[in-house]
């Protein structure tokens, strides 16, 4: 090898180990920087770590801002409001402050007035005092006065009731009332074909009130003479005057009954004449009414019943006991309406007698106590459905019956007014024995609530008051036709006959009175049997005769203003009340 060679080969070997320690240099620094690299890598990781940590700290620290910003906001718009309200509360203290000012003194004001005030309120009450002395004399000079006066209205009281009691005594003690009723559809109505033709000309009027005493008959018939003929009564009602006005003029018997005696009412005429309607009101269950036309169209009976709880009601001192007995008449057969028979039928039969004083009694009759207008009628209508009905020519509700309402009345009375001790045993005696078991049976029968005969009156002198029982009998007649005028045959036929000879005996007792005869044949009938207490004597007794105004029933018509105008003749017998018998000898 050459030594050229040789140096190269040296030089490029050391060239090669020299630049191969600089490329280990360079590698190391390679190294080196890339530890550093990594190092710085690392640490800038790091750093964006905390970067990002300050971020998000940042970010809370944002959000803290403006919380704290938005809380400082609130805070700052509360504090405005507290400003505002501590601003108005503070105006408000001063209005109050300046009211309270006012109304202090606006106190102040009333205190002195109000202070004035008591003293001259001090000052008053001594002169009131004064005056109330001189009012409290003027009180007990004015209740001295009113009791003068109430003493002197208790005697004028007295002496209106006797006036009253002359008044209906001098008007007689029979009165006679006779009612034309209206004309009806019924009345040209006829089942006969023969009178149906000549129905227009019988249901012509023909019956006429002239004035409120006359009675006019005015018929004209082809083949009659001419009938004009008047009648005369205590009071005619036209066919136009209403139950209010009848009942008017039979309100004051119920003032005498209170006063003692005896009363009777009866209704009289041909079937379909009005009777039952007078006494009692519609009752046919053809004629619905309303309620208000049916206390319009009330009869004697419920107006009576009204009447009588309202009179009782003013004297509470007479210690009122009402009794009512229903009894009906029947083919000469007296059937007890409140009583069963073994068979829980009502209507027992029963018989009328005469106790030794003379007085009528059904022994066993059934007596309800009642106490008032209502339990009055609620018995009356039940037993009125047991009247014996049946269907005539003349009308289609014809009561066969006569019916017979008697209410007995017990009061006490105070003794003062008697003066006779023997007057008033006569008086009690008479009443007690009315009926002789009331004497025996004692004051206990008294107190029972349903007796078979009214309550024994307790007879005792010793006693502050004394009894007075009276009797209300309310009739209503079966209808006084003439037999062929009704059609009826068989067993109506013998209803119709028993009908009319009770009717005849009660116009023979009518008759008697008015002849003063010894004897008045009570006997002859169960009718004038009954109401022998009641017709006659100082009873007081009202017939209403109750006529229709068409021609078609002129001879029934004709027959009862007859036997009415018979009955006018009974002498005016001068009363005696019952208390009139003592007070007179007190005269
Ligand atoms: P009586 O009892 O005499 O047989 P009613 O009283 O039953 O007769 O009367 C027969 C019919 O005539 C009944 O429908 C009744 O309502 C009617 N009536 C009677 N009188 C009058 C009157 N004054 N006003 C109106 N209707 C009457
Ligand atoms: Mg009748």
Sequence with gaps: ???????????????????????????ERIVELETENAVLHLKLAEYHGIIERSNSKAMQLCCLYNQ???????????????????????????????????????FQHQYQDYLSQIVDAVQGTQLENETLQSFQARAIDLEQSLQEISERYQVEKQKRKTLHNNLVELRGNIRVHCRIRPLLPFDTESRDPALQNRSISLSEKVIHATDDE???????????????????????????????????????????????????????GQTGSGKSYTMLGPHSENDPISPSEAEQEMGIIPRAAGELFRLLSENPTIDPRVEVSIVEIYNNE????????????????????????????????????????????????????????????????????????????????????????????????????STPQKVMKSEKACFSPRGLSPAPIPLDPTEQHKQVQTKLQLVDLAGSECIGMS????????????????????????????????????????????????????AKLLVMLCV???????????????????????????????NLLVSGKSK
């Design 548 to 578: 229709s105004p068409c021609q078609k029933y002129l001879a029934e018509t004709l027959q009862s203003l007859g036997f009415a105008s018979r009955a006018r003749q009974v002498q005016r017998v001068q009363a005696k009340r019952r």
């Design 334 to 433: 007296l059937f007890d309406l409140l009583a069963k028979d073994s068979s829980g039928i009502f209507g027992v039969k029963r018989d009328v007698i005469t106790t030794k004083e003379g007085k009528s009694n059904v022994p066993m009759l059934t007596y309800e106590l009642v106490e008032s207008p209502y339990e009055f009628m609620k018995i009356i209508n039940k037993s009125l459905q047991l009247r014996v009905k049946h269907p005539t020519l003349v009308h289609a509700d014809s009561s066969r019956s006569h019916l017979v309402v008697t209410v007995t009345l017990t009061i006490s009375v105070p003794f003062d007014s008697f003066t006779d001790q023997q007057a008033i045993q006569k008086l009690c005696k008479e009443t007690l024995c």
């Design 214 to 268: 006359t009675v006019l008959v005015r018929c004209s018939r082809p083949g009659h003479p001419l009938l004009n003929k008047t009648f005369q009564f205590e009071r005619v009602y036209s066919p136009l005057e209403s139950q209010k006005i009848v009942f008017g003029d039979v309100c004051p018997l119920l003032t005498s009954l209170l006063d003692g005696y005896n009363v009777c009412i009866m209704t009289y």
């Design 68 to 106: 704290q910003q938005d809380l400082r906001r609130n805070t700052y718009s509360n504090l405005t409001q507290i400003y505002q309200v501590v601003q108005k509360f503070k105006q408000d203290l001063k209005d109050f402050q300046s009211f309270s000012y006012l109304l202090i003194r606006n």
């Design 487 to 538: 059609g009826v045959t068989g067993t109506i036929l013998r209803e119709t006959s028993f009908i009319n000879r009770s009717l005849a005996a009660l116009a023979d007792v009518l008759g008697a009175l008015s002849e003063h005869r010894g004897h008045i044949p009570y006997r002859n009938s169960k009718l004038t049997h009954l109401l022998q207490d009641s017709i006659g004597g100082d």
């Design 1 to 27: 090898m050459p030594a050229k060679d040789l140096n190269w080969g040296f030089i490029t070997n050391q060239r090669i180990q020299q630049l191969k320690s600089q490329v280990r240099a360079k590698e």
